[in-house]
């Protein structure tokens, strides 16, 4: 249904920094994975040809668990090396050769760590994306510059932030102040950086000497590869969300924004429908891809391509008294969808939903979480049943 953006859509999409090295690598990677395997050729899978929803669940729960023992296994060997080397040799060579020793144990072991935890996560991406159909590699022609599923993937298992996007005008940091988002930036490479060395040697430091000393350092073994095991949970929890919600937005501008449907819409109600994507990116303060993914589709079959603020929620809301009865409904299903699809209710759309929802709060609500909790938890299937968008209240 949709069609491909014109390059005069395409200036309105813009990262803004290029893709860092880390991403580059894990989308090579990414991309060698498919080749070797043999699916870069397929198409991708609809949601209809997809496994049960008990069955989606269960591998991708499998495949979650299986990278996450592996995590903690890496975690906790590569812990063990440096705890054995510490109180091998301390205390028993020179102190300056010591620290040398060890110094090169502990870089070498957190370099190995990292590594692995890197590789675990592309694997572990990829046997997901496998599981849920998409089989593509190529760049999307609804996102442009270097922002294709692999690349989405590649910043989930890497930990990489999602780069900041400029579409349409669109701002969803607009409510976060600078201080904040400097602060949310430090936190996160703060995590990435010594989140491992935290959990390894800092109790060791503050337990003392002698036998406490010993008895905490080889407690940090079962921590850290605890830490690992759920670093890869989390990896992979994200991966499915992308993914699920992925495939939704096809779904939903293929499935359901028919030509005989889009003819129904008036003009107002095709900007509104934007609006209504936009302004949950604006509420929901971050860039997720999925959210992403979904306003560029509808802005291509939609042909919008204008920068006219399509981020103002109280432009939005006068859109919903001037469109018809059914319109608004229609209207308040994007909405509710759009809400959930980055897996999370933030402050500001629990506190500005209502305003949309009037009367419908309690319905739209309960719909908005029940999708939320559905893609989150990889009921593929019964999610696509909520997605459903027609002129009909609920």
Request: glycine share 4%; proline share 4%.
């Amino acid at each position: 249904m949709s069609t491909p953006p014109d390059d005069s859509k395409k200036t309105l999409y813009a990262r803004s920094e290029e893709p860092g090295f880390l991403e580059v690598l894990g989308v090579k990677y990414y991309r060698y994975m498919s080749k070797k395997s043999g699916i870069a050729g397929l198409r991708d899978l609809t949601i209809d040809e997809l496994p049960a929803d008990i069955t989606l669940q269960t591998l991708a729960s499998n495949i979650t668990a299986f990278a996450a023992i592996i995590a903690f296994a890496i975690g906790a060997l590569t812990t063990f090396v440096t705890v054995w080397v510490e109180l091998t040799y301390h205390g028993t060579m020179e102190s300056t050769a010591y620290y040398l020793l060890y110094g090169s144990v502990l870089a070498g072991m957190l370099f190995v760590e990292l590594a692995v935890l890197y590789w675990l996560g592309l694997k572990t991406v990829f046997s997901l994306a496998c599981l849920t159909g998409h089989n593509q590699i190529l760049e999307e022609s609804c996102l442009p510059v270097d922002d294709s599923v692999p690349n989405m993937l590649a910043r989930a298992a890497l930990e990489v932030p999602d780069p900041i996007i400029h579409y349409l005008g669109i701002d969803p940091l607009r409510h976060l102040s600078k201080s904040k988002l400097f602060l949310v930036a430090a936190l996160y490479k703060a995590k990435v950086i010594l989140s491992s060395m935290l959990v390894k040697y800092l109790m060791i430091r503050i337990a003392g000497k002698g036998e406490a000393r010993a008895t905490f350092s080889w407690v940090a073994i079962p921590i850290t590869g605890l830490w690992d095991a759920f670093t890869l949970y989390k990896v992979a929890h994200e991966a499915r969300l992308r993914l699920f919600g992925h495939k939704l937005a096809e779904h939903i501008v293929t499935n359901i924004l028919t030509d005989d449907m889009i003819a129904r819409l008036s003009p107002i109600a095709r900007e509104g429908a934007v609006r209504a994507v936009a302004t949950m990116m604006v509420l929901a303060q971050n860039y997720h891809p999925n959210v992403l993914v979904l306003l560029i589709k509808l802005c291509n079959t939609f042909e919008i391509n204008e920068n006219s603020e399509y981020d103002n929620w109280e432009d939005f809301l006068s859109i919903l008294d001037q469109v018809s009865a059914p319109e608004r409904y229609f209207l308040l299903d994007l909405l509710s969808v759009s809400a959930a699809f980055d897996g999370h209710l933030s402050r500001l759309e629990k506190h500005h939903l209502p305003e949309a929802f009037k009367e419908l709060t309690d319905v739209y609500m309960h719909r908005t979480n029940q999708l939320k909790d559905m893609l989150v938890s990889g009921q593929l299937h019964a999610a696509k049943e909520l997605c459903t968008l027609d002129f009909n209240p609920g």
